[in-house]
């Protein structure tokens, strides 16, 4: 029995860790965080600007697909919402973030 004790305490004094395992834990961190970097964030901020930039150059007249996947005709716009002519005498009002396409002139005709 003391043989086995004797060779436990004998473990318990191990060399310290060496300091190259801190460094290489950094460096990962670093590069999970710039792979992170340029798969998730850089593309959503690039399609955000685009949807920032096709909704600012909105115009009477055009033809758009909302969020919800209602088709119209913009009649009137604002500053923040515009009026979309859906059918005949049945106009409706949403925000102009809510544009999710721009559609060819002539699209609604075509749909029916």
Do not use: C, W
């Not at 961190?29 to 920032?52: D, S, T, V, W």
């Not at 919402?81 to 544009?99: E, G, P």
């Amino acid at each position: 029995m003391s043989l086995f004790v004797a060779s436990a305490h004998a473990q318990a004094g191990a060399a310290p860790a060496s300091q190259g395992g801190e460094l290489f834990q950094i460096v990962f961190l670093i590069g999970l965080f710039a792979l992170f970097y340029f798969i998730a964030i850089r593309p959503q901020r690039k399609r955000q600007k685009e949807h920032a930039q096709m909704v600012a150059e909105l115009a009477k007249g055009d033809e758009v697909v909302t969020t919800s996947g209602i088709l119209g005709r913009i009649a009137a716009l604002d500053d923040n919402y515009m009026v979309l002519n859906v059918a005949d005498k049945v106009d409706m009002k949403f925000q102009r973030v809510h544009v999710h396409a721009v559609l060819p002139k002539g699209t609604l005709k075509s749909i029916g």
